[in-house]
C-alpha cells in the first residue's frame, strides 16, 4: 500500500472523515465494477458498494494499516453482494446461480475502460453467467489473482477453481457463440 | 493423455497454472491432435480478451457524487442510531407510566391489566429473542472474520 494511503487510514482510524474521502475515490471504479459483476445488476452495484464503504468505515479499526485497503475491503463488498443476493433469493425474484439481467435491456450501463463492440458483447456475455462463474472471472480477469488466491478467497480446492474457471470459460463461448460472434 | 483430459487442464495451461510435468504432457497431446490445437487457439482467444478488460474510472462530477452518497449514509448512521435509542427510551418509559397508571386505577377490570402486562411482557420477549438471534447471527457470520483480516 502507498505511503498516501497509510496516512490517510490511519487518519480515518483517528475518526476523521474527511480523509476517507481520497480513498473512496480512488477504489470507486474498481468497487462498482466488483459489485456489478457479483450481483449480475448495474442498477445496484452503486449502492452496495457504498454500502460497503460505509461497514467499512464502521470497522477501520480493525484494519492493519500495514496491510493494502482493497482486498480488505473486497472481502465486505463481498459479503454486501452475498446478502443482497440471499435477499433476492428469498424473495424468489432471482437465485444464486442465476442473474437477472435482461440483455436485451441497451439501457444497462457497461462499466468498462476502453469499449468496443467486441468488449460490449463479452461484458453482457459475462453478465450473464450464473453468479459463481461471474465471480470467478472477476477473481481472475479484473483483480489478476492466482489460483492460489482465488481457492483461500472462496475457500475452495485448486482443481475447483481451475474447473470453475474453465466451465465459466465454456459458457462465455457458448453464450457468444449462440449470438453469432 | 486424453482429449477429455486435456480440455480439463486447457484453461489452467493458458494461466501458467500448470505443474511442469502436466504441462510438459499437455504439449506433448497439443503437438499431436489437431482438434485441440484449435479448441485450445478459441480459448485463448478469448482468455486474451477477457484479460484485456478493465473497469472504467468515473469521471470527477460522478465520483463526488459518489463520495457524497458514502458521507451521506455516514452522517445518517449515527442519526439512524440516536433516533433508535431515543424511540425505545420514550416507549419503554410510556409503557412504563401506562402500567403503572393502570394498576393503582381500580376502575379497570384485573382482565385487562393482565391482558396489557402480557402484550408488554411478549414484545420484552420478541425484542430480546429478535436482538440475541442478531448478535448470534453476527458472531458466526464470515463478515465480521473477514474485517478482521
Redesign the interface.
Request: no cysteine; proline share 3%.
Given at each position: 500500500m502507498n505511503e498516501n494511503d497509510t496516512v490517510l487510514l490511519e487518519r480515518c482510524q483517528a475518526g476523521d472523515k474527511e480523509a476517507f474521502g481520497p480513498i473512496v475515490r480512488k477504489y470507486a471504479g474498481r468497487a462498482s465494477g466488483t459489485a456489478c459483476l457479483l450481483l449480475g445488476c448495474p442498477h445496484e452495484a452503486g449502492d452496495a458498494s457504498q454500502e460497503a464503504f460505509v461497514r467499512a468505515w464502521r470497522n477501520i479499526r480493525r484494519f492493519d494499516t500495514r496491510s493494502p485497503f482493497y482486498p480488505w475491503y473486497s472481502a465486505i463488498l463481498r459479503n454486501v453482494c452475498k446478502s443482497r443476493l440471499r435477499r433476492r433469493a428469498r424473495r424468489h425474484t432471482v437465485t444464486l446461480t442465476e442473474g437477472h439481467r435482461d440483455p436485451s435491456n441497451d439501457s444497462d450501463p457497461v462499466m468498462l475502460a476502453e469499449r468496443n463492440e467486441r468488449k460490449d458483447r463479452l461484458w453482457h456475455a459475462v453478465m450473464r453467467l450464473s453468479a459463481p462463474f461471474r465471480e470467478i472471472i472477476l477473481m481472475k480477469h479484473f483483480q489478476d489473482m492466482s489460483y492460489k488466491e482465488i481457492a483461500a478467497a472462496l475457500d475452495i480446492p485448486i482443481g475447483t477453481v481451475m474447473s470453475r474457471l474453465h466451465s465459466a470459460r465454456q459458457a462465455l463461448r457458448e453464450t457468444l457463440a449462440g449470438e453469432g460472434s | 493423455m486424453s482429449c477429455h483430459e486435456f480440455?480439463?487442464?486447457?484453461?489452467?495451461y493458458l494461466?501458467g497454472?500448470l505443474a511442469d510435468e502436466e504441462r510438459r504432457r499437455f504439449e506433448e497431446h497439443l503437438a499431436a491432435c489437431d482438434a485441440c490445437t484449435r479448441e485450445l487457439a478459441?480459448?485463448k482467444r478469448?482468455?486474451e480478451?477477457?484479460?484485456?478488460?478493465?473497469?472504467?474510472?468515473?469521471g470527477d462530477e460522478e465520483?463526488q457524487r459518489?463520495?457524497s452518497?458514502?458521507?451521506n449514509?455516514?452522517e445518517r448512521?449515527i442519526g439512524w442510531i440516536l433516533l433508535s435509542v431515543g424511540v425505545i427510551l420514550t416507549l419503554c418509559y410510556g409503557a412504563f407510566r401506562i402500567i403503572e397508571e393502570m394498576i393503582r386505577d381500580p376502575a379497570i377490570s384485573g382482565v385487562l391489566k393482565v391482558g396489557v402486562c402480557a402484550l408488554i411482557a411478549g414484545l420484552v420477549v420478541l425484542f430480546v429473542s429478535l436482538l440475541r438471534e442478531r448478535l448470534v447471527v453476527r458472531k458466526v457470520?464470515?463478515?465480521s472474520r473477514?474485517?478482521?483480516?
Open positions: - | 480440455d480439463r487442464m486447457a484453461s489452467a494461466d497454472e478459441e480459448l478469448l482468455t480478451d477477457l484479460n484485456m478488460m478493465r473497469f472504467k474510472e468515473p465520483l459518489y463520495w452518497g458514502v458521507y449514509r455516514l448512521s457470520d464470515r463478515y473477514e474485517v478482521e483480516r
